[in-house]
């Protein structure tokens, strides 16, 4: 079963603007990890930002914060001042110790000038 | 500081060749992954692994193989390539097995089988 769904396959936004990439998930575990990879057309994958499951706070690192809903459980990324290096997939990502990491599928985010 | 080195960067094969793909890291991480990335697909879980010695199947093990003698070294072998083994391959590690830790990525091979 998709642990991890992201809903949408392409973005845009316009240079400066915010964009919100989705993701939710699934799991029975009150543990859990969630994290957020930009895989540029350089194809390497970089972490960008992480959310534990007993955070209260969300996350943020300079441009980007993450939306937790556990709720919900959703946990969506969001880009504060899109630039144009920001254009890339991005992959959602979760662990449930003592399992390795499952990805979704991915967005393309493309930045427009 | 090398981090996850993988080698080689491309590899054209035959159906029915094997061939090995290398991982190797200098972080002293205790666990690796290797992954495969197809269109549309995220990446998948090939195998894993927790320490030397220790290994275990993920989400996509059929057709490969690992084993993990060293901390450094983490390959990934294919007995008798099959074109749907056509993938970009990563290779990841991280510190220890906690939820919090996240993954460290090589920069990938590009694997193409004929």
């Known amino acids: 079963a998709q642990k991890i769904t992201q809903t949408q396959p392409g973005m845009f936004v316009q240079e400066k603007e915010a964009v919100t990439l989705d993701c939710t998930y699934d799991t029975s575990d009150q543990s859990y990890g969630l994290f957020w990879y930009k895989q540029p057309s350089s194809g390497e994958m970089i972490f960008l930002i992480y959310?534990?499951?007993?955070?209260?706070q969300n996350a943020t690192e300079g441009r980007y914060s993450l939306n937790f809903q556990k709720a919900r459980k959703s946990a969506n990324l969001v880009i504060s001042a899109s630039q144009l290096g920001d254009s890339a997939m991005y992959f959602c990502?979760?662990?449930?110790?003592?399992?390795?990491?499952?990805f979704g599928a991915g967005t393309r985010l493309t930045v427009k000038p | 500081n090398a981090g996850v080195t993988q080698t080689p960067k491309f590899q054209v094969l035959k159906t029915g060749q094997s061939m090995t793909l290398q991982c190797a890291q200098d972080m002293n991480h205790e666990y690796m992954s290797w992954y495969r990335q197809d269109p549309g697909m995220g990446l998948r879980l090939i195998h894993y692994s927790v320490g030397a010695g220790i290994t275990d199947q993920g989400e996509v093990p059929n057709g490969y193989n690992v084993s993990r003698s060293t901390t450094e070294d983490f390959p990934l072998r294919l007995l008798s390539a099959a074109p749907s083994q056509t993938s970009v391959y990563f290779c990841?590690?991280?510190?220890?097995?906690?939820?919090?830790?996240?993954?460290?990525f090589g920069d990938g091979t590009r694997l193409s089988i004929l």
């Open positions: 990502a979760m662990r449930e110790a003592p399992n390795d990491m499952r």
């Open positions: 990841a590690s991280r510190l220890t097995g906690k939820t919090n830790q996240p993954q460290h």
């Open positions: 959310q534990g499951s007993y955070d209260e």
